[in-house]
């Protein structure tokens, strides 16, 4: 795997820590630690993603990212904050997922 996906798949990773950090900052004492991870998330991926677009065609790289952001965000919401996990959740995001398989495989 390039040095591109790896930004790509760390640039997804980042892309969790924002909506994280947005919820934690309405559930915690510490809203502006919680809104500070939330902005240096959001930099770190698009600079991560920035670099990936150089040798990532730009809808393959997006939909990866967003894609990554989801499926984790989705995971993150159920195991901390006991967002349903309904059959129709769950298949909608293996669907993402499968999206992002197709994607880096055409690729």
């Given amino acids: 795997m390039g040095s591109a996906w790896i930004c790509l798949i760390a640039a997804g ?3 969790i820590g924002w909506p994280l ?9 510490q809203r502006f630690l ?4 939330a902005a240096i998330s959001m930099g770190i991926s698009g600079y991560l993603l920035w670099l990936a ?11 990866v990212w967003t894609g990554i952001g989801a499926i984790g ?3 993150v919401g ?8 309904t059959w129709a959740r769950v298949a909608s ?3 993402i997922a499968l999206g992002i398989v197709g994607l880096k495989l055409a690729h």
């Fill in 13 to 15: 990773l980042f892309e």
């Fill in 21 to 29: 950090g947005l919820k934690f900052s309405q559930t915690s004492g």
């Fill in 34 to 37: 919680w809104l500070a991870v």
């Fill in 53 to 63: 677009q150089r040798q990532i065609p730009i809808g393959t790289a997006y939909a």
């Fill in 73 to 75: 965000t989705f995971v």
């Fill in 78 to 85: 159920v195991w901390l904050f006991r967002d349903p996990m």
């Fill in 93 to 95: 995001v293996l669907l």
